[in-house]
């Protein structure tokens, strides 16, 4: 277990929705990350937040937007869904701000757009 | 982020034998972090080298980072069934942001 949980571990919905991926980092770690994961693609870095602060960007859509709560956790929202968008949806937490230390991912969100 | 290749892609082989997958940059990396992922799974960290040259083992998982900073290795010996998964190289080159090689899958056949 490695503490980050994500919620839901499996969404289906149609072309055209909105969801929401949601992840609460491990206790103390201020750095979350969003990756995606589709068979061809590998791992792609979407975004990553520090205590609050947008820190870095990735190969994220405009349709996808992300944002970090006071209290840490983390919510990836994924609009106008397509049927590419079907990926494996991971957020990772890190104690580091400056620099990357050790990445500690949940299980995932698998999104299936039908 | 760094971009690296990480080779091979894919690999077969049979419990006992070694296996090698290689990770390569063209610039020079801050440090590299390696992470595998089993079947289902999530990916786990491994190990981070920072040091020109640093060689880590790890049982039978021998980690190595050029002199140059600008690949890096993980070496299998003999091959067990639990090693199935992907790896993936993980290059930091310097900023707050981790990006993934493609991966190694391995397969161990019994």
């Known amino acids: 277990d490695s503490g980050v949980t994500q919620t839901p571990k499996h969404l289906i919905t149609a072309t055209g929705q909105r969801v929401t991926l949601r992840c609460s980092p491990r206790?103390?770690?201020?750095?979350v990350y969003w990756y995606q994961q589709s068979l061809d693609q590998g791992l792609q870095f979407l975004i990553q937040y520090y205590n609050g602060e947008e820190r870095a960007k990735g190969n994220i859509l405009e349709r996808f937007s992300a944002q970090q709560f006071p209290d840490l956790h983390s919510e990836l929202n994924l609009s106008s869904l397509e049927l590419g968008d079907s990926a494996l949806y991971f957020c990772?937490?890190?104690?580091?701000?400056?620099?990357?230390?050790?990445?500690?991912f949940g299980e995932g969100s698998r999104l299936t757009v039908l | 982020g760094q971009q690296v290749m990480q080779i091979p892609q894919y690999q077969h082989v049979q419990e006992g034998e070694d296996f090698t997958t290689y990770c390569n940059s063209s610039?020079?990396?801050?440090?590299i972090q390696w992470y595998k992922q089993r079947p289902g799974g999530h990916p786990v960290f491994l190990i981070q080298?920072?040091?020109?040259?640093e060689v880590k083992k790890q049982k039978r998982l021998t980690f190595q980072f050029g002199e140059a900073k600008k690949n890096s290795s993980l070496h299998i010996t003999a091959t067990q069934t639990t090693d199935v998964g992907t790896y993936f190289c993980?290059?930091?080159?310097?900023?707050?942001?981790?990006?993934f090689g493609k991966g190694t899958m391995l397969l161990v056949s019994p």
């Open positions: 610039t020079t990396l801050s440090n």
């Open positions: 206790s103390g770690d201020l750095s």
């Open positions: 990772a937490s890190s104690a580091s701000g400056q620099g990357t230390g050790e990445l500690f």
């Open positions: 080298l920072v040091k020109s040259g």
């Open positions: 993980a290059p930091d080159g310097g900023y707050s942001t981790l990006t």
